[in-house]
């Protein structure tokens, strides 16, 4: 069965209203109580990295759009049937959003395109020394975790994607600030275009307060965890794993 998501047509509250809804449910995570605690008592810089990790990351206008997005990584992932998919337009690909939720669902694309969507136009910046800036566009990340009923005990998002490289899954995973934070989307578009399968087709992350390799591509499934260290090599990301790259990559 695939689950819908909440629809323009059946939406209750708009997006404003569901964002909010999402900053209060990270202000109800013990993390963040204990740390806005510390803030009041003493520490300016505890209080400081909460409101930073909250901030926007700067948005930009049409005019500042790269001429070319560039495409770094895997271009056309060879595994797991994504073939198949690219084949038949991604009509049966289902994006899976499981673990640590009360309803484990799957939405297809079709369902994800018609969710409410917010549009930002960001730098992406790749640690490999390129910048560039899209517009992108999909579903804010928080209310699809509030609508699969997100348990109060996950404390990280892993996606987990179509490709591999040397032979190991592309994953990769963010906190409970980042998956509700307002530009974290998965998009489906591109400067108002599909995702290109270069870019990640059909779906892939974009959370806008961190670099490049934390912008998963190929987003196949969602997985709420309480830690990280039971996935892969534990460290909660493909790179990070592998290459010793950090896990939080804060811009
Ligand atoms: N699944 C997957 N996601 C990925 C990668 C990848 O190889 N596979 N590369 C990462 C890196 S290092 C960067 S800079 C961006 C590149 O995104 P782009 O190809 O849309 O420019 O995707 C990130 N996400
Ligand atoms: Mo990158």
């Known amino acids: 069965m695939t689950s819908q998501l909440i629809t323009r047509r059946n939406a209750l509250i708009g997006t404003g209203g569901l964002l909010l809804a999402g900053c209060d449910r990270i202000t109800a995570s013990p ?6 605690t510390l803030g009041e008592k003493a520490t300016m810089s505890a209080q400081r990295l909460v409101t930073d990790r909250h901030a926007l990351a700067p948005e930009f206008t049409r005019a500042d759009l790269s001429p070319v997005f560039r ?3 895997t271009r056309s992932p060879n595994d797991g049937g994504y073939a198949a998919h690219v084949a038949n337009g991604f009509a049966d690909w289902r994006l899976e959003v499981g673990g640590m939720v009360a309803k484990p669902s799957r939405f297809s694309l079709a369902n994800l395109r018609a969710a409410p969507a917010r549009t930002q136009i960001t730098r992406h910046d790749c640690v490999e020394g ?5 517009e992108w566009s999909g579903v804010p990340l928080g209310l699809l975790l509030r609508q699969v009923g997100l348990s109060g005990n996950a404390r990280y998002i892993v996606f987990h994607c179509a490709d ?3 032979g190991k899954p592309y994953y990769e995973s963010i906190d409970m600030v980042d998956a509700f934070h307002p530009q974290t989307i998965l998009a489906h578009s591109l400067n108002r275009q599909p995702l290109s399968i270069g870019h990640g087709a059909p779906l892939r992350l974009r959370v806008e307060r961190q670099l490049g390799y934390k912008q998963a591509k190929y987003v196949m499934r969602i997985e709420a965890v309480a830690a990280l260290d039971g ?8 790179w990070e794993d592998n290459r010793g790259y950090q896990w939080y990559a804060g811009i």
């Open 71 to 73: 495409v770094n990584g």
């Open 31 to 36: 993390t963040v109580k204990r740390v806005l």
């Open 130 to 134: 390129w910048s560039a800036i899209g």
């Open 231 to 238: 996935i892969a090599g534990g460290k909660g990301g493909f």
């Open 164 to 166: 591999t490289l040397e």
